[in-house]
């Protein structure tokens, strides 16, 4: 068995687990904050939640969950090699191990207190008990680590996929909703049982009602805790010796990684190259984390490829997919034990190769594809000068509109042009576009009229707006490569102003731009489109005359036209 293969498993066992641990407290959150709401509804769905988790099936995949997670977790802080890392990384480590640190008093008194000793564990239970304590800081504390750590983990798992990246604006409300909605119910269960504990006349019927834990009981439950908390910190303190022995160890044998037009590192036997990269500092794209996936990473192994084992599936599947040469490697992917010289496919030192911009980088923008109809026949026999007079004024005349509402563009096709709209946010750059191709729209309608004073035909013309992710990158030989987009996401827009022509109007604007721009689609007559290259239809608003989008965007019904 190979250690890719192992190490893939381990992977998805880790991110198994962390699932299982995630819809927990997911739901355990919920259930907080639904005191909110009543007393009696957060009762009923910890009745329902507890069925579940306290009996046999449930019991086994929570705690083989968290015992995995957290053997994994201390098992990979044991392995690593390198403390270079971004700051969600050490973000979500740090709150890693400080969670078993404050869960164990938080399972003592809540899991062991209800088994062992019948104490009825409702919320308002734990939430009086600590209320105003420095458990009850420490609890809070929990909630956050908790949930902070998994989104952290969830949105590495899923950022690389389209569905994520769609729907990351609504996660991103759910993950500041969720604690918040958790901790407004704690603060106000444990504020309304503090009160009844207050009180000579309600405290013995509360006590009673939660069988509240004698003085004895609250003793062993303490020196559990302890016990526990002892054995987790010895546990941290062989993690600690383990990864100790391993680094020493480790500088007992190294070899040479040769970067071509790059330095020369020596390295211990075991990281991954992308991680010897990082090590010593040196630049190495890894858009997708170094998980395997995007193939930024790569690299062409000039020397030493035959020490390597062959790819695994996964890597043979991503090389294949980019149709990478037989001698290209993902750095993340391969462990050398020998010499190794390399050149990276993508790299940022600045002057000898490529600029750190030829690396891509993956953005979600609004883009307009425009296109003179019938501009071949209109100029078949014209002398070249008239025609790139014509073309000219035309791009005079409307590339203001683009570049006036926050536009560049990206580049001239002939009697057409591709633009993009950089913007802070999505929502930024769809409304841009929007307001651009509407200026294209008046600025062709006053071109025209110059046209017609000159005797000439008029121009006509078919422009498709999209949103959706985008490479933005230098793309080209070293030293001629200019800043460009390409992906799906432009494709779908020059399909779109192609479909323009068939449905005889000026300007087809994708259903995600305009959702995102913030318009409300329903009312809209909007047309679904079969799109080459597209596995699904893809909805959008036809618009007569750009000039009047507004007046279309604002009227539902048949697309403006005069």
């Given amino acids: 068995m190979s250690a890719l293969w192992r190490g893939s498993r381990v992977a998805k066992l880790r991110i198994a687990s962390g699932l299982v641990l995630f819809t927990h407290a997911l739901f355990h959150f919920i259930n907080l904050g639904l005191v909110l709401v009543s007393v009696e509804a957060a009762a009923a769905m910890q009745e329902v939640r507890e069925a579940i988790q306290h009996s046999p099936p449930g019991s086994l995949v929570l705690y083989g969950a968290l015992l995995s997670h957290v053997v994994l977790a201390l098992a990979r802080l044991a392995g690593m090699r390198r403390f270079r890392m971004p700051l969600s990384a050490w973000v979500q480590y740090l709150f890693g191990l400080a969670i078993p640190i404050l869960l ?8 062991l207190a209800d088994q062992e000793f019948g104490v009825n564990v409702q919320i308002g239970f734990i939430a009086g008990l600590i209320w105003d304590t420095p458990d009850g800081w420490k609890q809070a504390l ?24 769609r729907w990351e604006p609504v996660m991103a409300g759910l993950a500041v909703f969720v604690p918040t909605w958790a901790m407004a119910g704690y603060v106000a269960e444990a504020r309304r049982i503090t009160a009844l504990l207050a009180d000579p006349a309600t405290a013995p019927l509360a006590r009673a009602g939660y069988n509240w834990p004698d003085a004895a009981t609250f003793a062993t439950l303490i020196d559990i805790r302890h016990a526990t908390l002892a054995a987790f910190y010895a546990a941290l303190a062989a993690t600690a010796l383990a990864l100790g022995l391993r680094r020493l160890l480790a500088r007992r044998g190294t070899f040479r990684v040769t970067y071509v037009g790059g330095p020369q590192v020596t390295s211990p036997r075991g990281p991954t190259l992308l991680e010897i990269s ?35 599936e996964a890597e043979a599947r991503t090389l294949a997919a980019v149709n990478a040469p037989p001698d290209a490697r993902l750095a993340c992917q391969i462990r050398p034990t020998e010499p190794l010289t390399v050149f990276r496919v993508f790299r940022g030192d600045g002057r000898h190769n490529r600029a750190h911009a030829s690396e891509g980088e993956e953005r979600r923008l609004a883009i307009l594809f425009l296109d003179i109809r019938g501009f071949t026949a209109r100029t078949a026999g014209q002398f070249p000068y008239d025609v790139v007079f014509l073309l000219n004024r035309f791009f005079d005349a409307i590339v203001p509109q683009i570049t006036g509402a926050g536009g560049s563009v990206d580049k001239y096709l002939g009697d057409g042009l591709l633009a993009v709209f950089d913007a802070r946010d999505p929502a930024t750059s769809a409304r841009n576009a929007l307001v651009a191709a509407q200026g294209i729209g008046s600025a062709l309608d006053t071109f025209n009229t110059t046209l017609k004073a000159e005797g000439a035909a008029p121009v006509h013309i078919g422009i498709g707006l999209h949103l959706g992710e985008l490479v933005m990158g230098e793309i080209g030989a070293a030293g001629h490569a200019p800043r460009t987009i390409i992906g799906d996401t432009v494709n779908a827009a020059s399909r779109l102003e192609g479909e323009t022509k068939t449905l005889g109007v000026e300007l087809l604007v994708s259903a995600p731009l305009l959702q995102v721009a913030g318009h409300d689609t329903a009312p809209l007559p909007l047309v679904s489109l079969d799109l080459r290259g597209r596995d699904r239809p ?19 019904g048949p697309a403006a036209s005069g």
């Fill in 104 to 111: 164990i008093p938080h399972f003592t008194f809540a899991r």
């Fill in 142 to 165: 929990l909630l956050i680590f908790v949930w902070v750590h998994g989104c952290i983990g969830l949105h590495m798992w899923l950022r690389m996929t389209n569905w994520w990246q």
């Fill in 278 to 312: 990082r090590a010593n500092g040196i630049s190495h794209a890894a858009l997708c984390g170094g998980r395997g996936r995007c193939s930024t990473c790569r690299v062409i192994v000039e020397e030493g490829g035959d020490q390597l084992p062959a790819p695994s």
């Fill in 538 to 556: 893809l909805d959008a608003l036809p618009v007569a005359r750009a000039a009047r989008l507004d007046a279309a965007l604002a009227a539902p």
